[in-house]
């Protein structure tokens, strides 16, 4: 059973809402069970990464992308109702787009993917639920 609070993490999220996802996140990461720690932890790192490249910090964006995607891995294809595969190959795409890019452009690399479309080569992760 999905909880309410983990649904509402899930819209902040691909709302970009990430500092309140975050937030949301943070408590039911800290109350779960062991075998989910992990996974919630995975989804906080990738939406406080994502929140560090709003804010134009190229290295704390990087790193929380990287360590976020390092604990997603065991989670896949889906868990919890989240499609984890798509998760990891979004934010994998945006991590190598960061690390290709000239950290000093960071904040034209922020301002192109807030206003990404569909058919940009790189994009913020979104969450899918299956």
């Known amino acids: ?11 902040q999220f691909n709302q970009r809402d990430f500092y309140a996802c975050h937030d949301t996140l943070e408590a039911i990461w ?4 062991e075998s989910d720690k992990r996974f919630y932890q995975g989804i906080l ?4 990464g994502c929140y ?6 190229w290295r704390g964006a990087v790193i929380l992308l990287g360590e976020g995607v390092r604990r997603l891995r065991d989670y896949q294809p889906d ?6 595969s798509q998760l990891l ?3 994998k795409t945006l991590l190598k787009y960061l690390q290709e890019s000239d950290p000093d452009n960071v904040a034209e690399v922020a301002q192109t ?7 940009s080569p790189c994009q913020f ?4 639920r299956v």
């Open 52 to 57: 560090h490249l709003t804010n134009h910090n």
């Open 45 to 48: 790192q990738v939406a406080v």
């Open 79 to 84: 868990y919890e109702t989240v499609n984890v």
């Open 125 to 128: 992760p979104y969450i899918v």
């Open 30 to 33: 800290i109350d779960s069970p």
């Open 89 to 91: 190959e979004d934010s």
């Open 113 to 119: 993917l807030q206003e990404s479309s569909d058919d």
């Open 1 to 11: 059973m999905i909880s309410e609070e983990f649904l509402q993490g899930i819209e």
